[in-house]
Structures are given as C-alpha cells and as structure tokens.
C-alpha cells in the first residue's frame, strides 16, 4: 500500500466494483483511505492479515478520528450513473405513458417543459429531482434541461449545491412546428448556448459541467446542428442527445436529412459524434452505425424501462457491447417512470431476457455485466472514468453504503442464513433493493445522503 497525502477518511469492510477487466470485483475485508480532497488515496485488501490497518490507526497516515467499519450485511459499492434523463420531466413521471414517442413527445412533454420560463417552477422541480436521484444512490447524472437557459444554469446550481456531480444540457430546437411556442430560432439557440456555457463555466463549480444539447435531429435544422458541433469542438465540452428511439423517428430523418447515409451520419456530419458525446437509446442502429460510434468514441445510453414503457423498442446491448462501443445505463425520465438506476438495471437485465426469448441461442447479460454498466460502464460513456465510477487509486470516492437488511427495506433475509448468507448473495440482493437499503451516499468524499438541514430547506 503506497502512503499519500493526508488520509481523512477511512472505511473498512466489504468493497465490491467493476474494472475494464472483470465486470464485478469482491475486496473483503478491505480497507480505503479517503485523502482531504475527497480522493481514494489508499486501498489495502484482506487487512486482518496486515499490519496497515493498525499503522493507519497510529496515525502514520491517519490525521483524522474518522474511521468506518461495515457490519456483515453491508457493503460500499462505487456510486451509480445515469448517463440519460429530462430533468424537467420529472414534474409528470409515473404518469403520460399512454402513447408512443412522438405524439408523447406532441401533448405532453413540450407543454410541461415550457413551463420552465417559470423559475419558481424550476426551482421546486429540479430540487426535487435531484435530491431523489441522489437518495436513489445517483452520484453523477447527465440531465437535459429545456430551451431556458436561465432555467438550465439553476440546474446546475442546484446539483452543486446538493452535491451531486452532473453535466448540465440547455436544451436546443429550432423547429417544432407541433409546439410553435416552444422553439428557438437558430441564432437565439447558438447565442443562448454560448451564453449557457459561459456562465456555467463562471460559477467553477468543481463538478457541474455544461453539455451540448440538441434535443435530436428532428428538432434541429442543419444549420444549427453544424453550430452546435462547431462551439462543442471550440469549448471542448460534451455533446448529448437521442438516436434511433423508434422507427417512427428513424424514418422522420430520412425524410429530413435526404443525403446523410443514416440517423448517425447526420450527427457525424456535424461533429457531433466524438469521444465525449453520449446518445442516449438506440435501438435501431445498424452494425454500420455502431462502427462509426466505435471510430469517434461517441458512446449510448441504454434507456430499458422508456423503451419498453413507450413501446419503442429493444437494445441489444450484446452486440453495442461486441463493436466495442462505450455504454451506460439511463432513467430517461419521464419516458422511464423510476428516476432510478437499479430500476434501470432490473430493466436492462429484462430487456436481455426478452431478447433471449425471442431468440434462445441469445446470450442474456448477467448481473456482473448490468453492475457494471450502471456504475464504471456509465462513467465511461460520459468520458468520465479518471474521476470516478469504481475504487481504484486516485479516483475520487463516489460511493454508496449499501445495507441488505436495512430495517424495513424490501429486502427481508432468512434468519439462518444471515450472517452465514455469504457476501456474494448478499450482493446480488440489490436486484431487489431500493433507496431505502441506501444507507449513505458520497460524492468525493463528502456524505451528501442523509441530506443536511440546510440541503432539506
């Protein structure tokens, strides 16, 4: 164990994350030192044979009383990512899921986001959201705002002020013939994206982002997707948007983009495929699509329960997976009724057993694999796995105390069993848990769940 900076923080118990290699490690009986900047300075596995935990303890390293241990029905696992959801949507999910995208889309989506020229109303809304995903155990989130940019720059003091990492997007559209107030035109868009950007980048807030956000291409003219791929490349930012939801959709694109090849050319076109764009579904990308995703790094966010929910289609997230294509778990929120990823990793796990139905000779995803995609996997696809997304050295602690047997949490374990229940049962029970067997949440660091006084205001 290599000695760092000043340790404030140390934890000790069961440690369970992914890495590019193995899907799921297990780490018992581990021990992490958390340095003051909220860094992983120090990981030692199978302390009782060593010396480091008394050394730590001495205060060789330890400037700090602070010391953690885990009880047998608990583990730390790294915090989970939701690398696609609407945060104004929030205000009607659970409910509006009676039709398919774009006519969804049409009654209420527009109508409910343009409500957001209303700061009280966004203020109320986003506060909300943002403490349930991070209640839900959501320590880094992508969301889509709306076209207000005011609105939008709120949201992202909102997540800095609760705590939660996130890339922030103003949304952009400037052609919505079905909701003829809620549309920009292409120089306000490009103007107030600029503006959006600027300002957010003032405030340094040390984990809030700005994202470039065309809403997709059906709601954007050439124009103004080349203007957006132009000030993501000169800022250096990431790039958000949909692809391929539905057939609907893909068939609208053709119409509309004549001489693109496919619904990923015209983002290509536009340098808006590169190493830091996410896109969230995909169900109708060919083997074609996917390779040019693989070339420019370009990476998915795999939507199950919106897919599902607005009957729009099914991922195979095998063959993202066999181009090599980047991919992370997203709520999509309000097309997904949970703002939670462990539903979307129930959902992601379903969705492969469908498929495996359909076709037996189908290789289903494993547990391991979900586990993965909703936490280092989801880091990844928003190019930002050298800050966090599992417990290596060096990356910042975004984790999640996870208690099997929280008192009245869903999960109930047989009184012989526990505590002989090995850990590997215990881990896979969180198939079945929710935020009330989330004990704990932290974001480099700093315990941001339970919620301060002052983050209850």
Known sequence: MEESSTIEQVYRGTFVHSTPQTPLLILEDALLGVNTHGTISQRQK????????????????????????????EFFMPGMVDTHIHA???????????????????????????????????????????????????????????????????????????GQRALVGK????????????????????EETLRFIKELLEKKYPRVSPVVTPRFALSCTEPLLGQLGAIAKNNN???????????????????????????????NKHNLLTDKT?????????????????????????????????????LDVRN????????????DVAGGYSASILDAARRALETSKVLTIQNPGYKTLTFEEVFRLATLGGSQALSLDKQTGNFEVGKDFDALRVNVAAPGGPIDLIKDEHPKVGIWTLIIKIVNSDDRNIVEVFVAGKKVVPFTEKTQE
């Open 88 to 162: 104004p949507q929030y205000s009607y999910a659970g409910t509006a899921l009676d039709l398919p995208l774009l006519q969804w889309l049409n009654k209420y989506t527009f109508p409910v986001e343009a409500h957001f020229a209303d700061l009280k109303f966004a203020q109320q809304i986003y506060n909300q959201v943002v403490k349930r995903t991070l209640r839900n155990g959501t320590t880094t989130a992508c969301y889509f705002a709306t076209i207000h940019t005011d609105a939008s720059l709120l949201l992202g003091q909102i997540a800095n002020d609760l």
């Open 320 to 331: 993202v997976l066999k181009h090599k294509v980047k991919i992370g778990l997203g709520t």
């Open 171 to 190: 949304v952009c559209m400037d052609r919505n013939d079905s909701a003829k107030t809620y549309k920009e035109t292409s120089q306000e868009s490009q």
């Open 237 to 267: 930012i990431h790039i958000q948007s949909h692809i391929s939801e539905t057939v609907d959709e893909v068939n609208v694109v053709k119409e509309l983009f004549p001489d693109s090849k496919s619904y990923t050319d015209v983002y």
């Open 278 to 314: 996410v896109m969230a579904h995909g169900c109708y990308l060919s083997d074609e699509e996917l390779t040019l995703f693989r070339q420019t790094g370009a990476s998915l966010a795999h939507c199950p329960n919106s897919n599902v929910s607005l009957c729009s289609g099914l």
């Open 46 to 73: 199978n302390v009782v044979s060593t010396h480091c935990y008394t050394k730590l303890l001495c205060g060789v390293y330890l400037n700090s009383s602070l010391c953690g241990f885990l009880p047998c029905s």
